[in-house]
């Protein structure tokens, strides 16, 4: 009876029980190895003596409102084969832990659905010892993600915390996997994801990511064969910019205070796309209000809206001559940031269109970002690095939403 007691409710086998202590709201289970089970930890010999021995408490599953906890008598064995003097091996804990391995999935599966510190309250154990758990576990599944398989990636940067700190991200756009987490934003960032690609002889024919010329630098450096796409998001995001940029310009140069309270929280109005304006709130009509005062608004307005038509195109060609127009649109427009966003536009324009050959985009990438920062607001920040890297390694299959 003693051993199916310990095998169901506190999962050890190999040992008997010795007795059960209970006190309030806390059980202590006394437990000791059959002796016709003692084996050599080195060689597993069973031809052994004992040489003393020590006791150990473990933590263990809760049972109901009781937490429950293992006291374990291991004894040091002698081997009279290969002469080994060492203590038994546990066989129901990890070496070096305070806990057994049925507390560490119990942890693991309350992960799920509760927060680090949430799961620490729970089970009366430290926050550390949550993390020790949660980390141990991402180390064996997401420390190293294979890359031979890998055909087509996105590159993007995301800013964390304060300071303008940034890791650079690897994404896999078939498996939607984080590859690689890199600290900064420099193309030097890269530089280890570039040897683990050359180790694993992944054969990389598409890149999606920003026109950062450092990381289009580290691209054709590393992966020559491979195709570099400058992809819709990020280009319409730049236009953006540079509305927002206009507009405050003109903001700021505006002497007619009815000017500026026209333009004034008209922002988010310009960058909206037009179908998503509310007519009840009455943003259309104050949308053709600030245009109609601002002629370079205008103009940049409605060149922002026509850049979308760029990826609408039946094919590459007349996708080239409609960015080719657009150019030649904002170079007479007279907008001093149009022009200078049309020409760094026409001079990676193969890089643009080539989306038309491999339509792909940093837009997952996107979105786990916005996981990223889901989890470090649960987390209020995270200070260990290899603990986030690993975490980022896993979001690809988790649903993180703020739990309280």
């Not at 990636?153 to 984080?178: M, P």
């Not at 903001?251 to 026209?262: I, S």
């Amino acid at each position: 009876m003693s051993q199916e007691l310990l095998y169901q409710l506190f999962h050890v086998q190999g040992y008997r029980l010795v007795k059960l202590d209970m006190q309030q709201h806390c059980a202590t289970v006394h437990i000791e190895p059959q002796p016709h089970r003692l084996r050599c930890p080195a060689c597993r010999s069973a031809n052994v003596i004992r040489r003393g021995e020590s006791q150990r408490l473990f933590q263990n599953l809760p049972i109901g409102s009781h937490c429950t906890f293992v006291l374990a008598t291991l004894p040091r064995v002698g081997c009279r084969d290969c002469g080994a003097v060492r203590q038994i091996q546990l066989g129901f804990a990890e070496p070096r832990r305070s806990y057994t391995r049925a507390f560490e999935r119990y942890v693991l599966e309350l992960s799920g659905v509760m927060t680090m510190l949430d799961i620490a309250r729970h089970l009366l154990v430290s926050w550390d010892v949550v993390k020790d758990i949660q980390k141990r576990n991402l180390q064996r599944h997401y420390a190293k993600p294979k890359l031979a398989a890998v055909r087509r990636i996105a590159i993007d940067e995301i800013c964390i915390g304060s300071g303008h700190r940034y890791l650079t991200l690897v994404l896999d756009l078939q498996s939607g996997a984080v590859l690689f987490v890199g600290e900064g934003k420099k193309a030097a960032s890269l530089a280890p994801f570039w040897r683990r690609l050359r180790a694993a002889r992944a054969q990389i024919e598409a890149v999606a990511m920003d026109m950062s010329p450092a990381y289009v630098a580290a691209v054709e450096r590393n992966l020559p064969a491979a195709l570099i796409v400058h992809d819709r998001f990020h280009l319409v995001k730049l236009m953006n910019e540079k509305l927002t940029q206009l507009r405050r310009e003109l903001f700021r140069q505006a002497t007619d205070e009815l000017h500026k309270q026209v333009l004034k929280g008209t922002r988010w109005l310009l960058l909206r796309n037009p179908e998503n304006l509310d007519p009840v709130k009455g943003e259309p009509g104050r949308l053709q209000a600030a245009l109609q005062l601002n002629a370079s608004l205008a103009t940049a307005y409605y060149l922002k809206e026509d850049l979308r038509q760029l990826w609408e195109q039946p094919n590459k060609e007349l996708a080239r001559l409609k960015l080719i127009d657009w150019y030649h649109q904002a170079q007479a427009s007279g907008v001093r940031v149009l022009q200078e966003f049309a020409r760094s536009l026409l001079a990676c324009q193969h890089r643009i269109l080539t989306w038309y050959d491999v339509p792909i985009s940093t837009g997952p990438l996107e979105g786990m970002n916005n996981k990223i920062k889901t989890m470090l607001r649960q987390h209020y920040g995270l200070r260990d690095r290899e603990f986030l890297t690993l975490k980022i390694h896993q979001l690809h299959k988790a649903k993180y939403a703020l739990i309280g």
